[in-house]
């Protein structure tokens, strides 16, 4: 039986319910559920509470596996953003995983923070543009013969 690989089991997942939902909002609200996990270790730690290094690993890995299905999609040839929406996708990603790593070896609650307002900034204008495709009513498409259909009998 070949190894279990957790990320291509995350991407599956992801494109399964992307194709039954609205894929914006659906990326929208995984990004919030990973920033409000991230802030709740934040907040804890600047209440100088002190976190298991497995429920740092927890929240922050969470957050990682998401940008890993996030900048996998975006680099797939198919995948219809622009090219410079990709790139900038990808940028991000390579902060987050090396902010990531950062926060492992020294977990402080500024860090984490960085991190929050990337989701939360990224979540906000998808859940916008979500809502916003949602609201626009289709346009029936042009035509370009002129005749006019819609009296027709």
Do not use: C
Not at 116 to 123: K, V
Not at 130 to 144: G, K, V, W
């Amino acid at each position: 039986m070949p190894a279990s690989n957790p990320y291509h089991n995350a991407s599956d997942a992801y494109s399964n319910t992307a194709a039954t939902t609205d894929q914006r909002s659906l990326e929208g609200k995984i990004l919030m559920k990973a920033a409000l996990r991230m802030e709740q270790l934040a907040d804890r730690l600047a209440k100088d509470e002190q976190p298991t290094l497995d429920e740092i690993s927890d929240v922050m890995e969470y957050n990682q596996k998401l940008w890993t299905v996030f900048v996998a999609e975006t680099m797939n040839d198919d995948h219809p953003l622009p090219p410079e929406i990709k790139n900038n996708i990808a940028s991000l990603g390579m902060f987050v995983f090396k902010r990531t790593i950062d926060i492992l070896a020294d977990t402080k609650p500024e860090k984490i923070r960085a991190l929050i307002d990337i989701n939360r900034n990224i979540a906000s204008g998808l859940m916008k543009s979500a809502a916003l495709s949602a609201s626009t009513p289709a346009q029936p498409p042009a035509d370009n013969t002129g005749i006019k259909t819609d009296s027709m009998a």
